[in-house]
């Protein structure tokens, strides 16, 4: 089974309407992140959770909240989608001193 | 503030030919370092890291990373390509101190095609 996982894999939504995306993790890791990778604009972080007591704004947050329900669990919401928030969302995780980030399998989401 | 840039958003070579993709950083100290690989339809993956040991490092697939302090350059390399190595290459970068140790900074990414 995938140390990270994430739901859905894929998401086609309206504009206006509010949309969750989750992700799970089994590796025991306390931090948590929330990316989106635009085509030519790499990963740009959006949320980031050092443990379940601390949430912190990324580059690109506005738009955009965050739920940290468990050390395993890291839900990312769109209160109001818009089109230009298409675009393919990943979680990772990594250790305290690890450093390295562990990547889901991202999720497509498409704002019409 | 931390950046990556990474020279080339698209390299094509021939198999068996030598790949080069490269990444300079912007930091006010020597930062931790990173290459992730991304295949199509995936997530990212961990290709090699320098975190202060060793200035050449090792990663998976045959590829390796020079760390150049003097040139502020983490370069990728592998002597030899293979077709499975198409994907798209981001080198990233992770401050050592400070509220967003840990955090990090990615290129905007390099597509690697390898021709027959």
């Known amino acids: 089974d995938a140390d990270v996982t994430q739901t859905p894999r894929n998401r086609i939504t309206k504009t206006g309407k509010r949309i969750m995306l989750e992700c799970s993790q089994t590796?025991?890791?306390?931090?948590m992140y929330w990316y989106r990778q635009d085509p030519g604009l790499g990963l740009r972080l959006i949320y980031y959770s050092f443990d379940v007591k601390d949430i912190n704004k990324g580059e690109i947050s506005d738009g955009y909240s965050v739920s940290r329900q468990a050390q395993a669990k890291f839900s990312l919401s769109l209160e109001s989608a818009i089109p230009n928030q298409t675009a393919l969302y990943f979680c990772?995780?990594?250790?305290?001193?690890?450093?390295?980030?562990?990547f889901g399998p991202g999720t497509r989401l498409t704002v019409t | 503030a931390q950046s990556v840039t990474q020279l080339g958003s698209h390299v094509s070579v021939s198999e068996g030919a030598l790949v080069l993709l490269r990444c300079n950083y912007s930091?006010?100290?020597?930062?931790?370092l990173f290459w992730y690989v991304q295949y199509p339809n995936q997530g990212l993956q961990l290709l090699l890291k320098y975190t202060s040991a060793a200035t050449l490092v090792k990663g998976i697939n045959g590829f390796e990373a020079e760390f150049k302090k003097s040139e502020t350059s983490f370069h990728l390399t592998k002597p030899s390509a293979h077709m499975s190595d198409a994907a798209e290459y981001f080198c990233?970068?992770?401050?050592?101190?400070?509220?967003?140790?840990?955090?990090?900074?990615f290129g905007k990414g390099t597509k690697l095609s390898v021709k027959p």
């Open positions: 990772a995780t990594s250790a305290v001193d690890g450093y390295e980030q562990y």
């Open positions: 990233a970068v992770s401050a050592r101190y400070g509220g967003s140790l840990g955090n990090l900074i």
């Open positions: 930091s006010s100290v020597p930062p931790y």
């Open positions: 590796k025991g890791h306390d931090r």
